[in-house]
């Protein structure tokens, strides 16, 4: 599947997990995230940077999908006014730690 400008398809899961791997198609903006970036890092750690097809990122699924979550919570937190879980944003920046890497 072609991926459009601007775009970056994932690879997220563990070999171990029941659900196996999954693919996600995500914004070039998250690269940035420092959240994001922590898991970079340890995909650096775990598989180097040389990689045929997708960015394979060491979490699994959920990891992923709260990480996702929590970064699309900031960025609509910082382009809407009355975010009733805008405060909540902030807390969950330490509690990704990617147990599962």
């Known amino acids: 599947m072609k991926v459009k400008k601007g775009w970056l398809a994932v690879q997220v899961g563990l070999e171990e997990e029941d659900g196996g791997v999954e693919r996600f ?8 995230h ?6 970079l890092d340890k995909a650096h750690e775990a598989y180097g940077y040389h990689a045929n097809g997708p960015l394979r990122l060491p979490c699994s699924v959920d990891e992923f999908l709260h990480l996702r979550w929590t970064i699309e919570k900031e960025s609509s ?4 006014h009355h975010s009733h879980h805008q405060n909540h944003s902030h807390h969950f920046h330490g509690a990704l730690s990617f147990h599962s890497c």
């Open 77 to 80: 937190g910082s382009h809407h």
């Open 25 to 32: 198609v995500i914004p070039i903006s998250y690269l940035y």
């Open 34 to 39: 420092p959240l994001f970036k922590r898991l």
